[in-house]
C-alpha cells in the first residue's frame, strides 16, 4: 500500500475507509479478510503455474529437444526461466507472510503479498506467451505462429488486466457495491 507521499495513498485509504464502514470491520479484520482472499487467488494461480512448470522441466529429457535448433533452445531456457519467476513470485506471499507473522504487520504482508501476486500474474503472461511460441514454432513452421500468439496473449491480456481495470474505473465511481443498470 503506498504510503502518503506516494500517488494513491489518499484514494486507497479512503477506499479503505468505505469498505470498512460498510462492512463494519477494524483494521484488523479487514487484512485477516483480505489475507484470506489473497491466498484462495494465490492457491488457483498456484496450481495452474506448477503444472506449466512441472512441464516444461520434463521437455529437456525427451528425445525430441535433442533435434530443437538454436532459437528454439533460447525460447525454451527463457520460458523456464520465467516459469522459475513465476513461482517465486507466487510463492513470495507465504514466505512473507511466515517470516513476519507475530510482528503485527498483517496490514504490509497483504499489501507485499498482493504486489508479488499481481507481478506473479505478469510473469504468468510472459510464461504462457512464450511456452505457446515454442509450442507453435515446432508444430506449425510458418507465418501464422506471430499471429496466434498475438491471439492469446491479446485474450490473456483482456481477461486478466483490461477487464478488471475497466470494472474498477466503472464502478469506483458509484460505490463499492452498486453497479450501473
Not at 504486489?115 to 506449425?140: E, N, P, Q, Y
Request: overall charge positive; glycine content about 8%; some cysteine.
Amino acid at each position: 500500500m503506498p504510503t502518503d507521499g506516494e500517488p494513491g495513498a489518499r484514494q486507497q485509504a479512503e477506499a479503505g475507509d468505505r469498505d470498512r464502514d460498510q462492512r463494519h470491520e477494524t483494521p484488523a479484520q479487514r487484512a485477516d479478510r483480505r489475507w484470506g482472499e489473497l491466498l484462495q487467488e494465490v492457491r488457483v494461480t498456484q496450481t495452474g503455474v506448477q503444472i506449466l512448470f512441472g512441464f516444461l522441466l520434463t521437455v529437456v529429457f525427451t528425445p525430441r529437444f535433442a533435434a530443437l535448433g538454436t532459437v528454439d533452445r533460447v525460447i525454451y531456457i527463457v520460458t523456464v526461466m520465467l516459469g522459475a519467476a513465476t513461482t517465486g513470485a507466487l510463492v513470495g506471499p507465504v514466505a512473507f507472510h511466515r517470516i513476519v507473522t507475530g510482528h503485527r504487520l498483517k496490514p504490509q504482508t497483504v499489501a507485499w503479498a498482493a504486489r508479488l501476486t499481481l507481478s506473479g500474474v505478469v510473469l504468468l503472461l510472459a510464461t504462457v506467451a512464450a511456452a505457446l511460441l515454442l509450442i507453435l514454432r515446432i508444430a506449425l513452421h510458418n507465418a501464422a505462429v506471430p499471429w496466434l500468439l498475438a491471439a492469446v496473449v491479446a485474450w490473456l491480456v483482456l481477461c486478466w488486466f483490461a477487464l478488471p481495470w475497466w470494472a474498477l474505473r466503472r464502478y469506483e465511481h458509484k460505490g463499492r457495491y452498486e453497479h450501473k443498470e
